[in-house]
């Protein structure tokens, strides 16, 4: 199927749109019913002229709490003007299904990096469950 490259749309609703025109989202990753760290997951892949200014959003939260102590923590990673970032969220503790954080997070990424996250589960769960929803948009 032949893709088809519209202009791109300086207005909505006589509003003026970001460099890109509307934004587009470019990496999605939905995890559910973890108990352990998840590792290095890239969102963006880097190459060519990727750079620019994004939205990072996620959603992490407890879906089975338990009382074991353990928390779990989510690290977004870019580089901005050759230096490496990470951005880090609040901790959350396993402790109740209402505990959890969300954040959109506007960054400058530069050309040909990746954009990538983590979890961290600090302490052992032994029931406990997490679910982490992250998406990156190109504004």
Do not use: C
């Amino acid at each position: 199927m032949a893709s088809i490259l519209l202009p791109k749309i300086a207005l909505y609703n006589n509003i003026s749109t970001l460099s890109n025109g509307l934004a587009a989202t470019y990496g999605v990753d939905d995890q559910t019913n973890k108990s352990t760290s998840i590792g290095l997951t890239t969102l963006v892949a880097g190459g060519g002229s990727t750079g620019g200014h994004y939205r990072i959003n996620y959603d992490i939260g407890i879906t089975i709490a338990d009382s074991s102590g353990a928390t779990v923590t989510v690290a977004v990673n870019w580089t901005q003007d050759g230096i490496s970032r990470t951005a880090v969220s609040t901790t959350v503790a396993f402790t109740a299904t209402t505990n959890g954080t969300a954040l959109a997070l506007p960054i400058f990424a530069d050309n040909s990096t990746n954009i990538s996250y983590i979890t961290t589960v600090n302490g052992t769960t032994s029931t406990g469950r997490y679910g982490v929803h992250i998406w990156v948009t190109k504004e």
